[in-house]
């Protein structure tokens, strides 16, 4: 385990707020990569925004996201958000994750990777975490409209790159999707979200129910 910051460390949470504006500093710079790899939203707009809430019997999630275009890489979304559960466990959470599935040729399938950042203010006195993971999102679509599917989602963070009083966070779900409208999608799913401190703690390990709109 990394030792414990010293007192002048930086809050967990100005790690998080720090990722998400850089993350929307990103600019456009290459056309065609936009033009091949465009997401349009309601009115066919290429700037989709999106806001994803979820409930469990013990926690409560709430993210926004955003498309942007990264260049060559195409348009992608950055995302950044809060969790909350019923220890009073306050984590902020930011990730930006990359399309690299080959949509062409698997229409039905979808591959992004990229990092998470997690700032959590545990309820537990003076056991805060800074920690950058990597992980992804496979995805795939049932039917010929692609209206409803599944997912698995999954994130590590390593010792090395976990700062405070935890050793590693392990954050994974598997998740069922229906598209209830053009822009809305209803999900349920199972999370297994752990930081290894002292002694585990799962900070949730729950069904849960949720809302996708995008806009």
Same mark, same amino acid.
């Given at each position: 385990?990394?030792? $414990? @910051?010293?007192?002048?460390?930086?809050?967990?949470?100005?790690? #998080?707020?720090?990722?998400?504006?850089?993350?929307?500093?990103?600019?456009?710079? &290459?056309?065609?990569? %936009?033009? =091949?790899?465009? %997401? $349009?939203?309601?009115? *066919?707009?290429?700037?989709? %925004?999106?806001?994803?809430?979820?409930? /469990?019997?013990? @926690?409560? %999630?709430?993210?926004?996201?955003?498309?942007? =275009?990264?260049? +060559?890489?195409?348009?992608?979304?950055?995302?950044?958000?809060?969790f909350i559960n019923e220890d009073r466990d306050l984590i902020g959470i930011a990730d930006m994750l #990359?399309?690299? *599935? +080959?949509?062409?040729?698997?229409?039905?399938? /979808?591959?992004?990777?990229?990092?998470?950042?997690?700032?959590?203010?545990?309820?537990?006195?003076?056991?805060?975490?800074?920690?950058? *993971?990597?992980?992804?999102?496979?995805?795939?679509?049932?039917?010929?409209?692609?209206a409803a599917g599944i997912s698995l989602t999954a994130f590590y963070a390593p010792d090395i790159v976990t700062f405070g009083n935890a050793d590693n966070i392990k954050?994974?779900?598997?998740?069922? +999707? @229906?598209?209830?409208?053009? $822009? $809305? &999608?209803?999900?349920? *799913?199972?999370? #297994?979200?752990?930081?290894?401190?002292?002694?585990?703690?799962?900070?949730?390990?729950?069904?849960?129910?949720? #809302?996708?709109?995008?806009?």
């Amino acid at each position: 385990m990394i030792g $414990t @910051a010293p007192a002048g460390r930086p809050n967990p949470v100005l790690g #998080i707020v720090s990722l998400a504006a850089a993350a929307a500093l990103l600019l456009p710079a &290459d056309a065609k990569a %936009q033009q =091949d790899r465009r %997401q $349009t939203g309601p009115g *066919g707009s290429a700037d989709v %925004q999106l806001v994803e809430v979820y409930l /469990s019997e013990n @926690a409560m %999630q709430v993210l926004y996201g955003r498309s942007l =275009d990264i260049g +060559e890489l195409g348009r992608n979304d950055a995302r950044v958000g809060i969790f909350i559960n019923e220890d009073r466990d306050l984590i902020g959470i930011a990730d930006m994750l #990359i399309e690299v *599935g +080959e949509q062409r040729r698997r229409p039905n399938w /979808s591959l992004e990777i990229g990092p998470r950042a997690y700032g959590a203010l545990m309820s537990v006195e003076n056991q805060d975490v800074f920690s950058i *993971g990597l992980g992804g999102k496979l995805s795939y679509r049932l039917g010929r409209n692609r209206a409803a599917g599944i997912s698995l989602t999954a994130f590590y963070a390593p010792d090395i790159v976990t700062f405070g009083n935890a050793d590693n966070i392990k954050d994974g779900a598997i998740r069922l +999707e @229906a598209r209830v409208s053009d $822009t $809305t &999608d209803l999900f349920i *799913g199972y999370r #297994i979200f752990e930081f290894d401190l002292d002694v585990d703690r799962e900070v949730d390990d729950n069904m849960h129910l949720g #809302i996708l709109h995008r806009f």
